[in-house]
């Protein structure tokens, strides 16, 4: 069981940088892999970026070349940096854990934080 628990949301004017948390309970965080995800008003879910067990990355195109996801998993935690902020990063952004065993998938997700970029 894995518990995930997102914070460093907040008000922000369009330019800035915002870094979200991502903190995990559990001794097998290291064997997860992490995405961050968003969901603005009225839109469906929409995957941000992810970082595997092994740390290799990957990053949607809309954020693609001004975001960093990061692990630090002595601290269980994962992070999510967005640079150069827009108003179409306004959003709840989530996190989920994953791991893929032989005959399931284990998958976890956070609560939440939300993300308002002001113009």
């Known amino acids: 069981q894995v518990q995930l628990v997102e914070s460093g949301g907040g008000l922000v004017q369009a330019g800035e940088s915002l870094r979200l948390s991502c903190a995990a309970s559990?001794?097998?965080?290291?064997?997860?892999?992490i995405g961050w995800y968003r969901q603005a008003p009225g839109k469906s879910r929409e995957l941000v970026a992810t970082?595997?067990?092994?740390?290799?990355?990957t990053y949607a195109d809309s954020v693609k070349g001004r975001s960093t996801i990061s692990r630090d998993n002595a601290k269980n935690t994962v992070y999510l940096q967005i640079y150069s902020l827009k108003r179409e990063d306004t959003a709840v952004y989530f996190c989920?854990?994953?791991?893929?065993?032989?005959?399931?998938?284990?998958?976890?997700w956070g609560q939440g934080t939300q993300v308002t970029v002001a113009s």
């Open positions: 970082i595997s067990s092994g740390g290799s990355t």
């Open positions: 989920k854990a994953q791991r893929i065993e032989t005959y399931r998938i284990n998958e976890y």
């Open positions: 559990g001794s097998t965080f290291s064997t997860y892999s």
